[in-house]
């Protein structure tokens, strides 16, 4: 069985930089559209989060597609995934530590 988690990159970050400072994002992190709003999903844990920039419109669809605004949260309870924190846990290392830089 492989393992998954080999693939995260390390950090408290979706993705790594490469050489030339460019994100390289885990291969878990993902955009999904569910009922026609896109939201932010990790393969790895099988769930998604809502983006701060998501509208009232599209809120109140979503809501209304899961049947309550408590449902919706139960499938898309990922809060930081919208700027690419991890919320996996896994590979976390230093909270300073962002790709090949430390800002701590």
Same mark, same amino acid.
């Given at each position: ?34 009922? !026609?709003? /896109? ?5 790895? $844990?099988?769930?998604?989060? #809502?983006?701060?920039?998501?509208? +009232? ?9 899961? !049947?309550? /605004? ?5 499938? $898309?309870?990922?809060?930081? #995934?919208?700027?690419?924190?991890? +919320? ?11 790709? /090949?830089?430390?800002?701590?």
């Amino acid at each position: 069985m492989r393992d998954m988690t080999r693939e995260i990159p390390e950090g408290p970050y979706c993705y790594s930089r490469d050489k030339y400072n460019n994100k390289v994002y885990c291969p878990h992190y993902s955009h999904r559209v569910i009922w !026609g709003v /896109e939201v932010n999903y990790c393969e790895y $844990l099988k769930m998604g989060g #809502l983006s701060v920039k998501i509208s +009232e419109e599209e809120f109140d669809k979503l809501t209304e597609a899961f !049947g309550s /605004e408590g449902l919706m949260y139960d499938f $898309l309870p990922l809060s930081l #995934l919208f700027d690419a924190v991890k +919320e996996c846990g896994k590979n976390d290392g230093d909270e300073n530590y962002t790709g /090949e830089k430390y800002t701590g």
